[in-house]
């Protein structure tokens, strides 16, 4: 029974059976292997572990080439998510090539990486931080029947790090357009900063504008020179010497107010409050020099119908000293 079974099997019509094996897997090799295919794709470079006072210099690879095989049903797939990593753990100031790194289990099952790059070049370079007084961007004009008075920003100024070769040559620092078509009144209204690439607002990336607005009807100006800047705030201990004794202030408001006014109705100040002498130590706190320290002015009278509209110079740089009773105080102690 066995011998006929197995004489069945291989003996009788052998050819024909050989043939069709052979069919067979030559059919089975074609489906595993004839219609395999290569596709290339464009990939996004992700630079991991960069170390913090290092910035990537422009012109850095932003994708590379990598060539997928695979069987052409398996390569009709998305790469949205699929990414390379370039590790800079341990980079350092200048150019150098770095390992790159591609993890295959991003591809689809039957997919397999053929080539990608080994090494890319990446040129990195120093940081730097600097302080940038803040310049508000305006695009439109306010009501035929308003001018603007005066446009603040708070704060006034931010500290911006990037780059050495972009802080170095970055001249402003601007907020996003704040558009002013048709405005009748004051306001207020917190607008982005215009950043650079790779450039850091390291408090915040809002400020707030504020743009105040002056009827122009029944409005005059008057200028008023040689007003002596008062100190608020001294410390007892301390004498202040300015950089400048007097500002210029440009007033406006209504006319009637304004033509009342003397010089003596005007009063500018700089506010030296946060100076002071600490009798322990017998320093001054927190250096015996202050620069751009801002001028305000204000009047005594008619506050409310007349605005100042600028003080010049604005800003002044004071050299404070003991006086020398303390002085003398504190080597008594001593």
């Known amino acids: 029974m066995i011998r006929r079974a197995l004489r069945y099997i291989f003996i009788e019509d052998f050819w024909a059976k050989l043939f069709c094996l052979i069919i067979g897997g030559g059919l089975w090799f074609y489906v595993q292997f004839a219609r395999v295919s290569e596709n290339t794709f464009n990939i996004p470079l992700e630079y991991v572990k960069k170390p913090s006072n290092l910035y990537i210099k422009a012109g850095a690879p932003r994708f590379i080439k990598i060539v997928v095989r695979g069987r052409d049903e398996f ?30 289990r991003q591809l689809p099952e039957r997919v397999e990486i053929f080539s990608k790059p080994k090494t890319i070049s990446v040129e990195l370079e120093r940081g730097r ?49 704040l558009d002013l078509d048709g405005t009748k009144t004051t306001f207020s209204k ?41 100190l608020q705030n001294l410390d007892g201990a301390l004498d202040a010497l300015l950089s400048e004794k007097t500002v210029t202030v440009l007033l406006q408001g209504e006319g009637a107010a304004i033509r009342r006014l003397t ?42 119908k007349i605005q100042v509209v600028s003080v010049t110079p604005d800003k002044v740089s004071v050299r404070f000293s003991i006086k020398d009773g303390y002085q003398k105080k504190q080597e008594g102690n001593n």
């Open 75 to 104: 390569l009709k797939f998305s790469t949205t998510g699929i990414k390379a990593e370039v590790n800079l753990h341990k980079a350092k100031s200048g150019e150098a090539s770095y390992p790159v790194v591609f993890d295959t």
């Open 129 to 177: 931080s600097r302080k940038f007084t803040i310049k508000p961007i305006l695009t439109g004009s306010p009501d035929a029947a308003y001018k603007i008075l005066r446009v603040t920003t708070i704060p006034t100024q931010l500290e911006l790090s990037g780059p050495e070769t972009v802080m170095t040559t970055l001249q402003n620092l601007e907020t996003e357009p």
């Open 190 to 230: 917190r607008v982005p900063l215009r950043l650079p690439e790779d450039v850091w607002a390291n408090e915040t990336r809002f400020v707030t504008v504020k743009v105040e607005l002056l009827a122009k009807t029944v409005m005059e100006e008057e200028k008023f020179e040689d007003i002596p800047i008062r």
């Open 263 to 304: 010089p003596n109705d005007v009063y500018a100040f700089v506010d030296l409050q946060a100076t002071r002498w600490n009798k322990q130590t017998g320093e001054i706190i927190p250096q015996p020099t202050a620069s751009d320290l801002i001028v305000k002015a204000r009047l005594l009278t008619h506050g409310k």
